[in-house]
């Protein structure tokens, strides 16, 4: 018999809420299905006006007998587009197949959607009275922003989401991170997105007559500015953390685990080359990233505008403020127009709480080999969301992975072992069962 996280997982991808344009009406309905066959309550929420239609998001909620903050287990409905063509399989079929669940969202993450709604569903099961309120909470948007999603819910329903723990993505297991044992990664902090535009104006003209003041030009010449910028290594509470621990399983980092002092770090990382991987330097930098740019429409026609789109990422901890005042000193150019879509600051949860000692265990006790170790995630997730009200959020997904498998993650031909859904589903029930006293 098939067991009931693979079969959920099979109906849950063969549901298209690819976000763009999103449309999670559809996956609010699946489990707005299984709640109403559980017996159990549950809402919906929709903004209102014709950008919101179908951007939906679902919450059900256990009551506990205690007055301790709520357990929320977050996570997201949409997922980001597939080129079907470039596909192996139907990424929106929901296969099944040699040991796989395929399907786009099957690492990201509607895998851990499953794994916390059986969770969940587990405590209902069983007639178990936690010792604080659960609620289940999957929402809309996460991929574009979260505007209709999180952020909807926080300001439009604060009543429901004031206060609580919150267990939502960015946390792993890799398999062959380190030489000899395996890793797993609690998030307890990440990286603020302060996305912002360029634009450079400029006199049209002849493509056969080049000009100085050519708008294109301009911006290119502020782009390679901006690659030179002195973008120093700054050491985390959580990295510094994390560095220490995996410490256990990279000899590199043995004087850094002696003595825990951040010049010692630092020395390991760059005299090694791991200051430079781009996995590594995204923990431990702030980054700037081109990855839009636009200009001109005809080979024989200088263009009158040109303009770029960056991802720029800061750690928590700094002032995005000066981190924007820095660039635009570096651009030094006024025929560069800078404009910031976003200007949030980074912030971190702590992981010196006995929420966390409290999943570590879980981990310890399955894993007993396993570094555990706080984590930093380099991209956004609605963690910061939560971060900004306060609460305390950690990434949590009790799989274990290759760094190959990491890269199907918005890649081609994603999918999720058999037994990683099972594994997953069974200890994030644990950890729910911990953390509510059960």
């Known amino acids: 018999m098939q067991h009931e996280s693979i079969e959920l997982l099979s109906q849950y991808l063969q549901i298209d809420t690819t976000n763009p344009p ?22 919906v929420y929709e903004p209102e006006g014709a950008a919101g239609k179908g951007r939906c998001s679902i919450s059900a909620r256990i009551a506990g007998s205690g007055n301790e903050d709520p357990l929320i287990l977050l996570n997201h409905i949409d997922v980001v587009p597939a080129e079907k063509d470039q596909w192996s399989c139907d990424p929106f079929g929901g296969e099944v197949r040699d040991g796989f669940i395929h399907g786009r969202g099957a ?11 059986l ?50 993505e960015g946390g792993f297991g890799v398999n062959n991170l380190l030489p000899d044992r395996p890793a797993i990664f609690i998030a307890a902090a990440e990286k603020a997105a302060n996305w912002m535009q360029i634009s450079a104006e400029g006199p049209p003209g002849h493509g056969s007559m080049p000009r100085p003041e050519n708008a294109l ?5 502020g782009l390679n500015r901006l690659q030179q910028m002195d973008n120093p290594i700054m050491i ?21 685990q002696k003595d825990g002092r951040e010049e010692t770090l630092i020395t390991c990382l760059t005299e090694s080359g791991f200051a430079d991987i781009p996995q590594v330097s995204a923990t431990i930098r702030n980054t ?17 505008r040109a303009e770029a789109k960056l991802d720029v990422r800061i750690l928590p901890g700094q002032d995005p403020e ?52 706080p984590f930093l995630v380099f991209g956004s997730t609605d963690s910061r969301f939560f971060r900004q009200k306060g609460m305390t959020s950690y990434g949590v997904c009790p799989v274990m992975l290759t760094m190959e498998d990491i890269q199907m993650v918005h890649g081609i031909d994603e999918k999720i072992s058999e037994k990683n859904l099972i594994m997953g589903t069974e200890i994030y029930t644990e950890i729910v069962e911990n953390l509510c006293g059960i």
């Open 236 to 256: 985390t509470e959580t990295t510094a953390e994390y560095f220490k621990r995996l410490a256990e399983g990279w000899e590199f980092l043995k004087p850094y």
């Open 119 to 168: 969770a969940f569903l587990s405590v209902q099961r069983n007639g178990s009275v936690p010792q604080r309120d659960l609620i289940f909470l999957a929402v809309a948007d996460e991929e574009v922003g979260g505007v209709y999603g999180v952020d909807f819910l926080l300001k439009n329903h604060p009543e429901d989401f004031a206060s609580g723990l919150v267990l939502n």
């Open 22 to 43: 999103g449309n999670e009406v559809k996956g609010t309905a699946f489990f707005a299905d299984i709640f109403e066959k559980e017996g159990i309550a549950y809402k």
């Open 107 to 117: 690492l990201d993450m509607k895998c851990q959607g499953i794994m916390e709604l």
């Open 288 to 304: 700037v990233s081109t990855n839009v740019m636009a200009a001109g429409g005809s080979v024989n026609v200088i263009p009158s």
């Open 322 to 373: 000066a981190f924007k005042a820095s660039i635009e000193e570096q651009l030094d150019d006024d025929g560069l127009s800078v404009s910031f879509m976003a200007c949030d600051r980074a912030l971190a949860s702590p992981f010196d709480t006995p929420a966390f000692e409290a999943i570590e265990a879980v981990f310890r006790r399955r894993f007993p080999e396993a570094v555990v170790t």
């Open 217 to 221: 030009e301009r911006l290119i010449r």
